[in-house]
């Protein structure tokens, strides 16, 4: 992918900077008891409030639960006591993605957990220059955890960012990988380390549950009300996933559930299933937007 130009990288900026503001909110504002699905319309309001539009939908992952969780509608899933919990959030101003990542710690035995999530962050970004290959990056954040006495979660990556894409091209391994691939100047890309236990599988699986979603194709549809639901899907999210919190009042509920069901069937629309430690093992994760540079990165998050 060819480098950013100046108007482009202004509004990643401006997209980091909301997304920074909203992401230090969200940190002090969440606490135990609270329902997740307070969390995710706060962070979403913020977002729009600021200027901004979510990118995808506020996760909110706790303990074991790695990613990809956000609350449903009519979620009744609350924040535990003496929970991990990892914050997700996505803007885009115009197509330009940032992506950042807070895990809020309410168990003083994972508090270190948490600090070297982010100290493998922070050395990985350190050493971000022109032409540094994402194999480096990856043995950055591996050395750096296990120095800790952690373990990275092997299959789980940060990744380059485009305009209204959020995984595009090159990936950013948290473990040390043979890969050829190599930052470039001006490119945008996340860099995420998620870390466990020393003694856990460090590997994520794909649970049964999926809370988030995506358009994938245009399909011709029988029933009139799923051809209005994939409409407006296409039409407002596009690439970007979204939720179904996002589309109630669309349909009423006895048209809309057939009509989603028959979107995932003819796979018009996909969803992403919620990643799940393996061995069940607490799971911390920071996470950082950056644009490559001639003298290193600058920070959009």
Known sequence: MNGFNGSAIEKFRLSGQILRETREYIRTYVHEGMPILTVCEKAEELIRKKGGTPAFPCNVSINEIAAHYTSPPNDDK???????????????VDGYVTDTAVTICFNEEYVSLVE??????????????PGIS?????????????SRGYKPISNLTGHQIGRFI???GTSIPNISTI???????????AIEPFVTLSDAAGKVENSS???????????KLKDPYSTHLLRHIRDS??????????????LLEENYRGAFQELLSVKAIMGYPVFIEVSR????QAEHTVLVTDNGCEILT
Do not use: C, M
């Open 281 to 284: 093992k607490p799971v911390a």
């Open 237 to 250: 999210f596009g690439t970007l996933p979204f939720t179904e919190r996002w589309l109630k009042n669309l």
């Open 209 to 219: 549950e999926k809370t988030i979603f995506r358009y994938l194709k245009n399909k």
């Open 166 to 168: 959020i995984h595009a």
């Open 116 to 129: 070297t999530a982010e100290q493998a962050l922070n050395s990985a970004i350190k050493q971000i220059y």
């Open 134 to 146: 994402s194999s480096q990056i990856g043995k950055t954040i591996q050395t750096t955890v296990n």
């Open 78 to 92: 609350i924040i535990p006591e003496h929970s991990l919990v990892k914050v997700d959030l996505g803007v885009h």
């Open 179 to 189: 890969s050829f691939s190599k930052l470039k100047l001006n490119n945008v890309y």
